[in-house]
């Protein structure tokens, strides 16, 4: 195993045994019916004295689409009949940036995450191998790219933004990296994930 994947096997394990209080979500703004997704966090075993050290894959989706178009998201979908939620990440993220799936070690779930369009988002924590080379569906993204993982999981490099919407203020997160606007769920999804694995910085 990587020093990476090692250390986050460790993190995950210790940080779903303990309580994690401002865990976010959009609950309250979501309908009642919500449909079930998954998302995949995938950390590339990248050294971190190796330039940039370990990223994480993200998709930035075409403006077309009716749902998050032009959003950055983490590789990930609706999760289908007779589907869990790793099944369902690892397909999105086969079809949409054609991830082999022999090059992902699954570390496990984290806190889900539902959004005020209804869906309730599993996040499926895993590490892959560094320097594959991915091609973006053209059907589901615009392009994809690799933010550090230091960058994402860091507080410093957030910021907290607020908007009208669905006649209230709306309190989110959004950082920026190489041009990309990394904001709303994608966000939430990796605060969450700070603050359960214990990232120094988030409380």
């Given at each position: 195993?990587?020093?990476?994947?090692?250390?986050?096997?460790?993190?995950?394990?210790?940080?779903?045994?303990?309580?994690?209080?401002?865990?976010?979500?959009?609950?309250?703004?979501?309908?009642?019916?919500?449909?079930?997704?998954?998302?995949?966090?995938?950390?590339?075993?990248?050294?971190?004295?190796?330039?940039?050290?370990?990223?994480?894959?993200?998709?930035?989706?075409?403006?077309?689409m009716r749902n998050h178009g032009g959003q950055v998201a983490l590789p990930g979908g609706a999760i289908d009949p007779g589907e869990n939620a790793v099944q369902a990440a690892l397909r999105e993220a086969h079809e949409e940036i054609a991830l082999p799936?022999?090059?992902?070690?699954?570390?496990?779930?984290?806190d889900r995450?539902?959004?005020?369009?209804?869906?309730?988002?599993?996040?499926?924590?895993?590490?892959?191998?560094?320097?594959?080379?991915?091609?973006?569906?053209?059907?589901?993204?615009?392009?994809?790219?690799e933010a550090p993982l230091s960058h994402l999981l860091d507080p410093a490099s957030w910021s907290t933004r607020s908007l009208f919407y669905r006649g209230r203020d709306r309190q989110f997160l959004e950082t920026h990296w190489d041009g990309h606007h990394i904001w709303g769920a994608t966000a939430g999804i990796f605060a969450n994930l700070a603050m359960r694995l214990g990232w120094e910085g988030w409380d």
């Open positions: 195993m990587s020093a990476i994947r090692d250390r986050l096997v460790d993190m995950h394990l210790r940080g779903h045994r303990r309580d994690v209080h401002g865990i976010r979500s959009e609950n309250e703004m979501a309908p009642e019916t919500r449909r079930d997704a998954a998302v995949l966090i995938a950390v590339t075993e990248r050294a971190e004295e190796d330039g940039p050290g370990p990223g994480v894959f993200l998709i930035e989706r075409p403006a077309k799936l022999s090059a992902v070690h699954v570390i496990g779930p984290t995450y539902v959004t005020g369009t209804g869906f309730s988002i599993t996040p499926i924590l895993a590490t892959v191998s560094p320097n594959l080379k991915l091609r973006a569906n053209p059907a589901e993204v615009d392009e994809w790219f």
